[in-house]
């Protein structure tokens, strides 16, 4: 399938590749310092492993670090982002998508293709969230695991959960180590709260097994997603926050999981809109 690119004229200075034998659309990316993304999208090559020799390829200017890209009937931010070999946060991030789902036909986007313009997903937290984080030695060996809950109400903030766990006899308040805002109540969308628990290192008191307590990182997203998807920005802090506990504390990102997972006859949390393979698919690529 040929992709419809529209191009900034500046990036029409073309340079054309003929592939020899041997060579991969990787080792010709390389060569000319752009990505394979960009060599695929610019091509229309839909499987960069089938590369004939003699193919003539554009190669898009270096200098560019961006193509603007208008989405076609059938298109989703996920099918584009993969096309392209960037992240689906980085689309959102760039053009300022509050609801991935809703993209309509004709809406132009833009397309980081550099290395230099993909953020990392550390960059996802702000670097107050992420002084704070660094603040904090997590207790060597303890954490094992992540797991995921929502709140399950719609709109809630962390000191008033941390009350309202006090009061059921919690003596350490908040049984979650993080929580992440919807933007009801005081705080902003997608703000990540670093609950005593964090703070202290101390065991959650998210999960109904003391083992699981121990050893899991509980983050709880305000929100019911029984009833409706987390939000962009909670899905964004979620994804840096997970990227950096991962790192910070040696968890797999076959272990950052969800509450419904570890007590599936028990709960629904974090409920049916909130999408563990698309996190796994973000924080691992
Ligand atoms: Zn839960």
Known sequence: ??????????????????????????????????????????????????????????????QASEVSYVVKKGDSLGSIASRFGVKVSTLTLVNKITRPDLIRVGQKLIVPLKGGNLKPASSLLSSTVKRSLDGIRPKSGKWKRIVIHHSATPTDDAMNMHRVHKARGMKNGLAYHFVIS????????????????????????????????????????????????????????????????????????????????????????????????????????
């Not at 029409?12 to 000319?32: C, D, F, M, S």
């Open 1 to 62: 399938m040929i992709l419809a690119l529209v191009i900034g004229e500046a990036m029409w200075a073309q340079v054309v590749h003929q592939v020899r034998p041997n060579e991969t659309l990787g080792g010709i990316a390389r060569k000319y310092g752009v990505s394979v993304g960009a060599l695929q999208a610019f091509n229309g090559i839909a499987n960069p492993n089938l590369l004939f020799v003699g193919k003539k390829l554009k190669i898009p200017s270096s």
């Open 182 to 285: 919807n933007g009801s109540r005081k705080a902003s969308d997608g703000e990540i709260f670093m609950g005593g628990r964090w703070k202290d290192q101390l065991d959650g008191g998210h999960m109904k097994s003391l083992t699981y307590n121990r050893t899991s990182i509980g983050i709880c997203l305000i929100g019911n997603f029984e009833l409706r998807a987390p939000t962009t920005q909670q899905m964004n802090s979620l994804e840096g926050l997970c990227e950096y506990l991962m790192k910070r504390c040696g968890i797999r990102v076959d272990q950052v999981t969800t509450h419904k997972i570890l007590h599936r006859n028990h709960t629904k949390c974090p409920g049916k809109y909130f999408s563990l393979p698309s996190l796994v698919k973000r924080i691992s690529s």
